[in-house]
C-alpha cells in the first residue's frame, strides 16, 4: 500500500537511505503558504508529516531524529526544498525517494529503496549506506563522508571527495572524484579522478572517457589459505580486479595493476599515458592490448614486472558476400619510456617507438613488428626474440643497444642512419639488412647461423667476434672493417664481397667460401686472413695485404684469382701458400716493395697418420715480383706458370726455388739483379720463355752478372730450341 500527502502544486523529492524496516512517503511544498521557520525540527515520521503540512522548506532531523516508515510510500522533494538530516533515515524495499531539492546529510541514511535524484544530494562528513537503486537523472551527488552504494545509475554528476564504495555503477554522466572510489563501475560517460580508484576484486567496464590524474589501483583480492603444507601455508586469489577498456582512458597520474588483475584494452579502446603519467604492471598484473590503441606519450613511463600482450583481435564484420572477421593487431606507441622486468609478447601486434625508450631486462617476443624510428632500445642483460613472424625495423636514427642476447629467426632492419651496438650475443636464424646503417659490434658476438646478413651501402664495424656457420654475409657497397676482432667463416659459410672489407690487425677465418667481385675490396692492413680447408674467388676485384700483414692459404685451401682480379701483396706482408693459388686469365698478382710469397711445403700431424702437402701456384695471368719482392717456393711446392702465363721479377726482386717452376708462358727478369736460374735437370714439356732485357731466342745459361746469383735454387734446365 501506498500513501501520499501533497501539499501545492509541485511535488518535492525528499531523500531518505534506510537499513531497517519501514517505508513512508512525504510531499513537501516548494510554494509555502507562509513564511519557513528556518531549521524546522523533526524526531520522527509523525512530526516530519506536520513540518510538511504547514510548508516548511527547511527541515532539520537532529541527531537523535529517526525518521522511518513501515508502509510502502514515497518520498517527494520538490525545487526549492532543503532536508538535513543529522539522526537517521530508513528507507525499505519498495519505497522510493524523489528529489528536486536538496538533501544535506550529516548523519545516516540506510536504504533498500530506490533514489530518484534531479536536484542535489550533500553527504557532508555523514553516512550513506544504500543497498537499492540510485538514479542521479542529471543531479549532482557531492559526496565529502562515506557512501557505500548498491547500483548507481548516474547520467549526472558524482563528485567524491572522501570515500565512495561501488557495487555495480552505471555512468553515462559525470563522476569527479578527488578522495577514493572503489568497486565496480560501467562507464559511458566521463569519470575524472583526482583522488583514488580502488578496484579490488572488482571490474572497471569503459566505453566513455577516464581521465586520471590520481591514482587508479586494479588488483585481485588475496586470502590466506592454511594448510598441511611444510611452510605452514599459502595465499591464493579468488578474484580478479579487471578493468575492460573499449573507450579512452588519459592517465596523467599513476595506474597500479598488481595481485593477478587484468587490463584490457579492446578494439577501439584507447590508453593515453600523457606528460609525466606512470602505468606499472606489478607482480602477477596482466596487460592485454587485444586490438587496441596504448599511447605512451613524451615523459611518460610504463613499469612492466610481469605480462604485457599486445595481440591481435578477430572483429566480426561484413561485406557483399557475407559475415567476415576484420584482424585487428594492437599498437603500442612510444614516445616516452618503457621499463621491461617481466614478459613483453608482441602477439602479431605493431611496438613504434617514435623517439621513445624501451629499456628490456628481461624478455620481449615479437611475432609481427617492432618499429624503432629515432627512438632508442636498450636491451640491458635481457633477451629479444623475433620469431617466424617477426619484424624489427631499426629506422632514421634509431638505435639499439644489446648487453644481451637477441635472436633472430626472421627479419631485422637496419635502415637510413640506424646503429645497432651489440656487447652481448646477436644470433641470427633470418635476415639483417642493414641498408645505409651501422652496426657496431663492440664486446660482443654476432653469430650468423644459416642466415643472411645483407650489409648494403651500409657499416659493420667488429671489434669482437662475427662468427658466419653456414650463412651468408653480403657486403653490396657497403664497408666491413675489423678492427682487432675476429670474423670467422665456417664450413658452408659464404661471405660476398662487392664493397670494402677492411682487417685492421684482426683475424678473418675462412673455411667455407670468400667471393670478392664487382670492384670489391678487401684490405689486410697488418692482421691475418686464414684460408683453411675454405675457398677464395677474387671475381674483377682487389685484395690487398698491407702492413705486415699475413695472408695463409692451407689444408686444401683455394685462392682463385680470376679475370681482372687483382692480389696486391705489400709493404712487409707475406702470402703463406700450403694450398693452391689459381692465377687465371687477366688476374694479376703483384709482389711489390718487401713483400714475400712463401710457396710452402706443409706437413700436418692428425693423430695416427701424417699428410704432408705442397703449395702450388697456378698462373695464367700475371705475377709482379716488384722491387725487393721475394717469393719463396719451397721444397715439394709448384709454381705453374701455364701458357699465357707471365710472371715479371723486376729490380732487387728475388724468387728463391726450392721447388718445381712449370713455365709454359713468360718469365721476364729486369736488370741484372733480378733471379737467376742455374740450370740442373730439364723439364719436360715446358716450352719457356726468358726474357732478360730484351727477348732472346734461346737461353743458355748465364755467369753472374756483377755480383753472385740471387738465385740460388736447385739447377734447371731450361730446353729451349
Not at 531524529?65 to 525545487?79: H, L, R, V, W
Not at 598484473?285 to 583481435?313: A, E, P, R, S
Not at 650489409?455 to 682487432?484: A, K, P
Not at 702465363?645 to 709454359?664: C, M, R, S
Request: glycine share 14%.
Amino acid at each position: 500500500m501506498q500513501s501520499r500527502h501533497k501539499f501545492g502544486k509541485t511535488t518535492l523529492v525528499l531523500f531518505a537511505t534506510i537499513l531497517m524496516a519501514g517505508l513512508f512517503v512525504v510531499t513537501l511544498n516548494t510554494a509555502p503558504v507562509a513564511a519557513d521557520t528556518p531549521n524546522t525540527i523533526v524526531t520522527n515520521w509523525t512530526e516530519l508529516e506536520q513540518a510538511l503540512q504547514n510548508g516548511a522548506t527547511n527541515i532539520l532531523i537532529p541527531s537523535d531524529g529517526i525518521i522511518e516508515n513501515m508502509i510502502n510510500s514515497q518520498i517527494e522533494i520538490g525545487t526549492g526544498v532543503t532536508l538535513t538530516n543529522q539522526g537517521e533515515v530508513v528507507l525499505h524495499h519498495g519505497e522510493t525517494i524523489n528529489n528536486q531539492g536538496t538533501i544535506n546529510n550529516i548523519g545516516a541514511i540506510f536504504s533498500w529503496g530506490t533514489i530518484n535524484n534531479q536536484g542535489t544530494i550533500n553527504n557532508n562528513g555523514g553516512t550513506i549506506a544504500d543497498r537499492g537503486t540510485i538514479n542521479n537523472n542529471g543531479g549532482t551527488i557531492n559526496n565529502r563522508g562515506w557512501f557505500q552504494s548498491n547500483i548507481i545509475n548516474n547520467s549526472g554528476t558524482i563528485n567524491n571527495n572522501d570515500y565512495l564504495q561501488l557495487t555495480n555503477t552505471y555512468n553515462s554522466g559525470t563522476i569527479n572524484n578527488q578522495g577514493k572510489i572503489a568497486g565496480t563501475i560501467y562507464n559511458s560517460g566521463t569519470i575524472n579522478n583526482q583522488g583514488t580508484m580502488d578496484n579490488s576484486a572488482c571490474t572497471i567496464n569503459n566505453s566513455g572517457t577516464i581521465n586520471n590524474q590520481g591514482t587508479i589501483n586494479n588488483r585481485g583480492l588475496t586470502i590466506p589459505f592454511w594448510g598441511p603444507l611444510p611452510d605452514g601455508g599459502i595465499t591464493i586469489t579468488i578474484y580478479n580486479g579487471i578493468i575492460n577498456n573499449q573507450g579512452t582512458i588519459n592517465n596523467q597520474g599513476t595506474i597500479n595493476n598488481q595481485d593477478n588483475a587484468i587490463i584490457n584494452n579492446n578494439v577501439n579502446g584507447i590508453i593515453n599515458n600523457n606528460d609525466n603519467g606512470t602505468i606499472n604492471n606489478n607482480d602477477n598484473g596482466t596487460i592485454n592490448n587485444n586490438g587496441g590503441v596504448i599511447n605512451n606519450n613524451d615523459k611518460g613511463t610504463i613499469n612492466n614486472q610481469d605480462t604485457i600482450n599486445n595481440n591481435l583481435c578477430e572483429v566480426p564484420s561484413s561485406d557483399d558476400l557475407g559475415p567476415i572477421l576484420i584482424h585487428i593487431g594492437g599498437l603500442i606507441y612510444n614516445e616516452g619510456t618503457i621499463n621491461n622486468q617481466g614478459t613483453i609478447n608482441n602477439d602479431y601486434g605493431t611496438i613504434n617507438n617514435f623517439g621513445g625508450t624501451i629499456n628490456n631486462r628481461n624478455i620481449i617476443t615479437n611475432n609481427y613488428a617492432i618499429n624503432n624510428n629515432g627512438g632508442t632500445i636498450t636491451n640491458d642483460g635481457g633477451t629479444i626474440i623475433n620469431t617466424f613472424g617477426g619484424g624489427i625495423n631499426n629506422n632514421d636514427k634509431g638505435t639499439i643497444n644489446n648487453d644481451g642476447i637477441i635472436t633472430n629467426n626472421c627479419m631485422i632492419n637496419n635502415h637510413l642512419g640506424g646503429t645497432i651496438n651489440n656487447q652481448g650475443t646477436i644470433n641470427n636464424q633470418g635476415t639483417i639488412n642493414n641498408l645505409k646503417g651501422i652496426i657496431n659490434n663492440n664486446q660482443g658476438t654476432i653469430n650468423n647461423d644459416e642466415g643472411t646478413i645483407d650489409n648494403q651501402l651500409g657499416t659493420i664495424n667488429n671489434w669482437n667476434n662475427i662468427d658466419n656457420n653456414g650463412g651468408t654475409i653480403t657486403n653490396n657497397g657497403g664497408t666491413i672493417t675489423n678492427n682487432g676482432g675476429t670474423i670467422t667463416n665456417n664450413d658452408k659459410g659464404a661471405i660476398n664481397n662487392k664493397g670494402t672489407i677492411t682487417n685492421i690487425w684482426g683475424t678473418i677465418n675462412n673455411q667455407g667460401t670468400i667471393n670478392n667481385s664487382n670492384w670489391g675490396t678487401i684490405n689486410n692492413i697488418g692482421g691475418k686472413i686464414n684460408n683453411n680447408r675454405g675457398t677464395i674467388n677474387n671475381n674483377h676485384g682487389t685484395i690487398t695485404n698491407n702492413e705486415r700483414g699475413t695472408i695463409n692459404n692451407q689444408g686444401n685451401a683455394i685462392i682463385n684469382n680470376n679475370a681482372n682480379g687483382i692480389i696486391n701483396n705489400n709493404d712487409n706482408s707475406i702470402i703463406n701458400n700450403g694450398g693452391v693459388i689459381n692465377n687465371n686469365d687477366n688476374g694479376v698478382i703483384n709482389n711489390n716493395d718487401n713483400g714475400v710469397i712463401n710457396n710452402n711445403f706443409t706437413c700436418h700431424q692428425h693423430y695416427h697418420y701424417i699428410t704432408c702437402k705442397g703449395g702450388i701456384i697456378n698462373n695464367n695471368g700475371v705475377i709482379n715480383n716488384n722491387d725487393n719482392g721475394v717469393i719463396n717456393n719451397d721444397a715439394g711446392c709448384i709454381i705453374n706458370n701455364n701458357v699465357g702465363g707471365t710472371i715479371n721479377n723486376k729490380n732487387n726482386a728475388t724468387i728463391n726455388d726450392q721447388g718445381i717452376i712449370n713455365n709454359d708462358g713468360t718469365i721476364t727478369r729486369n736488370r741484372s739483379k733480378g733471379y737467376m736460374f742455374e740450370p740442373i735437370e730439364p723439364l719436360p714439356y715446358n716450352q719457356p720463355t726468358m726474357d732478360l732485357i730484351e727477348p732472346i731466342a734461346k737461353f743458355e745459361p748465364f755467369e753472374p752478372i756483377e755480383q753472385t746469383p740471387i738465385y740460388s735454387g736447385p739447377k734447371i734446365d731450361w730446353p729451349f730450341k
